[in-house]
Each structure stands twice: as C-alpha cells, then as structure tokens.
C-alpha cells in the first residue's frame, strides 16, 4: 500500500509540476500585455476623477470684468432697456416698457446699472447687501434681493453680472420684474 501511495503522489507531483509550469508561461505571456491594459485603464480612471474633481471645486464659470455687461443681461432686459454705448451703467427701461406695466415703477422710467466685477468685487458688495437687512429672495451662486427701499439687487457669482435698480412701487412690484426680467424663477 505505501509502494502504491508513493507512486500515486509521484503522479500528482509531475501532474502539479505541469499545470504549474503552464500557468506560469502562460502569465509570462499575458501579463504584461494584461499589466498594460490596467495601467491604461486606471490612467483614465485618474484623469476622469481629476476632471471631475476641479470642475465640482471651481465657482463657475471664470469672472470676466472688462466684458461687455449688456452682453451677460436676460434678452428682456437687454431689449427693454436703453444704455450707453460704453457699457451698463445708468442705463434706463421706459416707464411704458412691458416690463414695467402693471404699475410696477407707477409709470417712472427705471434707471439700472449693470456691470461685471471680479470675484472679490461681486463678494463684497453681496456682503454690503446681507448687511443692510434685505429680503432675500434667492442665495446661492446667484443672490438676488430685494433692498430696504425697494431696489432690486442681483449677482451672479458664477459669471460676475452685478445688476441694481431704481425703486419700485412696492416688494411685489419689485419681485414681479425680476421674475419678468428672467432673473429669478
């Protein structure tokens, strides 16, 4: 019985000795291939998450101030209102303008200035708005509010748009342009 076993475990031991010997030609052989591959994929696994990544940390789109501000402005407003050719400030929507009817300026034209800041600019003047107690209406990367003597105060964090308006007849008044002017939902 052990001269059986022996010769038994003699058969096993060159059978494992084969199998052994072709899976190691057989890794030589992909292995590298296989090992390239990986790399490749986690590669462009490292670039996607790098991407994605910077996109979900970065504010937006990059402030561009020198950029023509009536340009950044809802088609509403940029239609309706009459500015200087050298930019946003002191521009003007007529009284009788659509997007005043209703009484919202009680038939006064309503002056605007529109213009587009830095990162730093926008974040200081929506820190003077919080400061003077508004109604805020939206908070986010886009702020809009309505000021304690009904002025509408807009800013875009993202694109740097910063518009102010005149006042209106009431908050209402107010809130019902900016929904107007497509400037909040």
């Not at 986690?42 to 501000?69: E, F, H, N, Q, Y």
């Not at 730093?120 to 939206?138: E, G, N, S």
Request: glycine share 10%.
């Amino acid at each position: 019985m052990g001269t059986a076993k022996a010769v038994a475990d003699t058969g096993a031991t060159a059978e494992a000795a084969t199998v052994a010997s072709g899976l190691q030609r057989l890794l030589s052989t992909l292995l590298p291939k296989v090992t390239w591959q990986v790399a490749a994929v986690a590669l462009a696994l490292m670039g996607i998450l790098a991407t994605v990544l910077i996109r979900s940390c970065s504010g937006g789109l990059p402030s561009m101030p020198g950029m023509d501000p009536l340009n950044t402005l809802p088609q509403s407003v940029r239609s309706a209102a009459s500015c200087p050719q050298s930019g946003g400030d002191n521009c003007v929507i007529a009284g009788t303008d659509l997007l005043l009817s209703g009484g919202l300026t009680s038939g006064r034209a309503l002056p605007l200035s529109v213009q587009v800041d830095s990162p730093d600019q926008l974040a200081d003047t929506v820190r003077r708005w919080r400061a003077a107690d508004p109604t805020v209406l939206v908070d986010g990367p886009v702020f809009v509010a309505i000021g304690p003597s009904t002025t509408a105060w807009y800013a875009d964090l993202r694109t740097g748009l910063h518009i102010e308006t005149g006042t209106f007849a009431s908050r209402d008044a107010a809130r019902t342009f900016l929904v107007r002017a497509g400037l909040i939902r």
